[in-house]
């Protein structure tokens, strides 16, 4: 694993020489934004919340439309090109004929996106910590502990799934498209859930759905629910995708 650094800094440049990146980040910090204006109206009410129910800082973290309408579009965007460009430019062959193993390419990869992540929810911390210093607004910060890790394992989990599809094929568009539907179908099994807890018949299914639906992991994490089943069903996703990648990656020297 001695070059895995080396790969990694040249992924984290990659990113950020690219105009397709800049462009996510500049969407990102409009989304955040918008974010924190809804959050600074919902606050200036006033509103009494129920017990159990999620804060309006961690509604505005992961529990709302436009936090899920970016992860939706800008994960398919970050990863789509992380391995089909390689294969679409042929600098795929010279990267496996350098000195480097299959598992250091597509960890370098998958830290590389990672980071670049990360990156983009920099602005929504940044807010809340603004919100506290300089606006005198006290809140407690451990259920957003909890949530941004929600959040940060739930990104792994998207992630992996991305650059899984991106060592399928050459093209940017389809593994844009197969991560995109992906993760549309793991977010939407929290309907599946609604509609199977409310069916006396069919209740005794809603458990495991819960399991797989993200959304309702975040909410959880944000009402106190610190649930390590669902840090272990995201981490455990990221591993099986990235092996998969690493044994599709493996799988060109045989052809």
């Known amino acids: 694993m001695k070059n895995l650094w080396t790969l990694t ?7 950020f020489l690219s105009p397709i990146a800049y462009m996510v980040l500049i969407g990102m910090l409009a989304v955040s934004c918008l974010n924190f204006w809804f959050l600074l109206t919902e606050l ?8 159990g129910e999620a804060s309006p800082m961690v509604r505005y973290v992961a529990a709302n439309l436009w936090f899920w309408l970016s992860m939706l579009i800008m994960v398919p965007v970050a990863t789509m090109r992380l391995i089909a460009e390689e294969k679409r430019s042929g600098t795929i062959e010279v990267l496996m004929t350098a000195p480097v193993t299959d598992l250091e390419v597509v960890l370098s990869k998958f830290i590389g996106c990672v980071a670049f992540y990360c990156t983009m929810w920099t602005p929504s911390v940044i807010f ?8 005198n607004f006290e809140f407690d910060w451990w259920p957003l502990y909890a949530v941004y890790l929600g959040v940060f394992t739930v990104g792994l989990m998207f992630l992996s799934v991305g650059l899984f ?10 593994a844009a498209i197969l991560t995109f539907a992906t993760v549309l179908i793991m977010f ?3 309907l599946i859930h ?5 069916n006396p018949s069919w209740s005794a299914w809603a458990p495991p759905i819960k399991y797989s639906a993200v959304l309702l992991h975040l909410i959880d994490f944000g009402t106190g629910k610190m649930e390590v089943k669902y840090l272990a069903f995201h981490l455990s996703v990221m591993v099986f995708m990235l092996f998969l990648t690493t044994k599709i990656v493996e799988a060109r020297k045989w052809r």
Do not use: C, M
Request: hydrophobic letters at 40%; proline letters at 0%.
């Open 165 to 174: 599809y991106s060592s399928l094929t050459r093209n940017q568009i389809v």
């Open 188 to 190: 939407s099994t929290f």
């Open 44 to 51: 200036s009410e006033l509103r009494i919340e129920a017990a």
């Open 128 to 135: 809340l910590v603004v919100l506290r210093q300089y606006g």
């Open 9 to 15: 800094q040249r992924e984290i440049g990659g990113f």
């Open 194 to 198: 609604w509609y199977l807890e409310r």
